[in-house]
């Protein structure tokens, strides 16, 4: 499901660019339509004019795709919390792929550093739920230092069950409160 | 075994405050050292004292007593019957006026008491002197016609509540052995301000007051066996820490140590207290001075360590550990380092919390997806269920005569706190309160 993410933001910045040759040509005719008669006679000096602009027009799209991309990236990053069972902190099958993206991501990124949230549902107690809270964060940072991550680059918080985002009283909400939650700093 | 335990009387305590507040004994009764059947401790709880409270008498029939006498009555009575031991009997269930009799043991027809089931009768006569209210308190035996208490007050009118807690705390006294939990205070958290703040409440939820103004989610309120530190913890500086407050300075130190810092926990009588650490890695509790400096780690073992509670001498603690797999509690002895498993079914046994007495500990238990508050004697191991079917119910806190027990529930829909005896009766709601409240925690009894 998850890499299916991937493969979008491949295209969103891959499409565009193959697009682009087409989208400028478009833009050329435009400019030139913009302009007045009288100026079209001009000639080479107003087409060199039209076509400096489409370039720099189209080098602008591309920045901004490409920094979409980025954003799309980094969102990706912080929106995908990882899940745990009841009472536990071991890192489900589902958990570990996403660390792997997120271990690849910060590695492509380097240097950035991250604060990864543990979070517990509401049943259980306070205290527990706040050292639990940390075993999760702190278990998500242990598997991302073994993909190859600097520890330096991560820090942790527990906020037990302080924080839920779903304030359900159902099995649904509190597997969504169990959770870590990755924050770049 | 129903074993019926004879208190014996005693008289030689009274209190001579300081300042304005001053309590005399008013008759020294002859029956010093005699022994007198009040409650069944097994369950003082299972028969209540029928006792008649009637309205105080103004003794110089002055504007000011005559507006005193009814309030101050009520505040008395309600105090004693929160405390569990006493039924109050209905004034309009009273055969006679009794502001027409006396207040004094000669001037009582006792009988007009006994037939209406009364078992034990206070009055009380009000006088203005100048600016000070002097208050005559009597507590009475009915069916023995016999003064149990006498004791006369002079104080400001504002301290009117100040003299009535003494004078429970001395009918409990006299009736139980122990001065009851009368002067002490609850600090809990409630979330009525938009952030978890610690409050504190004296022992029946009035005067509420907002001890923390962090905005941020502050919670774990522990009291130091004086009453003068609280500890808690906060996250109004990032990662949660705990702070120590001194509540005569307000002065505030703050645990310094990387990871997190769970549920502060005084040990009796030192200014010393444990928390659960982290250091980054894994969770265990910790000794430290009451500046939050390191002594020692308490607990070794793989996996969460957490909330503490200590035995009243000081010598061992109860911890949540889980090193079987899942939550349960443990006993561990400082001196010896053995540790001991305490409870052995279900898997979330969490908060304990050791009596003032020393042979229970209260804890809460989760199964079927219910949290319910649970009492185990040390000895015999063997949980007793105090709370059933009414949304979960956690944090128990004993009162500091072990009498009662607080805690939070969620009941009502909303978490709120509530007062029951140790015996899971009289359960019921300590205040009333915007937003949320959680973590009760009782204080001991705090000389004013």
Known sequence: MRKNIWMVLALLIVVPAMLFATSCAKKAVDTGESTTPAETTAGDTMDQDAAEKARLEAERIKAEEEERAREAARAAFTNEDIHFEFDSASLMPMAQDILSKKAGYMLAMSGMSITIEGHCDERGTDAYNMALGERRAEAAKAFLVNLGINPSQISTISYGEERPVDMGKNEAAWAKNRRAHFDIN | ?448
């Not at chain 2, 008759?27 to 009040?38: D, G, L, T």
């Not at chain 2, 910790?286 to 500046?291: A, I």
């Open chain 2, 1 to 448: 075994m129903l074993k019926r335990v004879w208190i014996r009387n005693m008289m030689r305590r009274f209190f001579i405050g300081g300042g304005l507040l001053v309590g005399l004994l008013i008759v020294a009764p002859h029956m010093v050292n005699a022994e007198i059947k009040y409650f069944d401790l097994t369950n003082p709880f299972l028969r209540k004292i029928p006792m008649a409270v009637p309205v105080f008498q103004s003794l110089g029939r002055n504007p000011t007593e005559m507006g005193q006498v009814t309030p101050y009555s009520d505040e008395l009575m309600a105090m004693l019957e929160f405390s569990g031991y006493f039924k109050m009997l209905d004034r309009g269930s009273y055969l006679h006026d009794a502001q027409t009799s006396g207040i004094t043991q000669n001037s009582i027809n006792f009988q007009n008491w006994t037939t209406v089931g009364a078992e034990l009768l206070i009055t009380g006569g009000l006088r203005m002197e100048g600016e000070q209210l002097v208050s005559e308190l009597r507590l009475f035996d009915t069916f023995k016609s016999k003064l149990l208490i006498g004791k006369r007050y002079r104080g400001r009118i504002e301290d009117r509540r100040e003299v009535a807690k003494r004078f429970c705390s001395e009918v409990l006294l006299v009736l139980t052995g122990q001065p009851g939990f009368f002067d002490s205070q609850l600090a809990f958290v409630s979330n009525g301000s938009g952030h978890k703040e610690i409050y504190t409440c004296e022992f029946d939820g009035k005067n509420v007051r907002q001890v923390t103004k962090k905005r941020s989610i502050t919670s774990f309120p522990a009291w130091s066996s004086t009453g003068r530190h609280l500890a808690y913890t906060s996250f109004d500086r990032g990662p949660v820490q705990i702070i120590i407050k001194d509540l005569k300075t307000m002065g505030e130190s703050r645990v310094r140590y990387k990871g997190v810092q769970i549920a502060p926990a005084w040990v009796p009588n030192r200014f010393q207290l444990t928390a659960t650490l982290s250091r980054g890695g894994d969770q265990e509790i910790y000794l430290l001075t009451g500046k939050g400096k390191m002594i020692k780690r308490l607990t070794n073992s793989r996996g969460i360590d957490v909330d503490a509670s200590w035995s009243p001498d000081g010598k061992k603690i109860a911890f949540v550990s889980k090193r079987s797999g899942r939550p349960q509690i443990y006993i561990k002895a400082i001196e010896t380092g053995r540790v001991q498993r305490l409870t052995f079914e279900g898997n979330y046994n969490t908060q304990p919390c050791w009596s003032p007495k020393g042979n229970l500990i209260a804890y809460s238990s989760m199964a079927q997806g219910e949290i319910n508050i649970f009492v185990m004697d040390i000895e015999r191991n063997d949980p007793i269920q105090l709370t059933f079917n009414q949304g979960d119910n956690e944090a128990p806190s004993w009162s500091p005569d072990g009498s009662l027990i607080a805690f939070s529930t969620t009941r009502e829909g909303k978490s709120r706190i509530y007062v029951m005896t140790a015996y899971g009766t009289d359960q019921r709601r300590l205040m009333t309160m915007p937003g949320e409240q959680f973590h009760p925690r009782w204080s001991p009894n705090i000389p004013q």
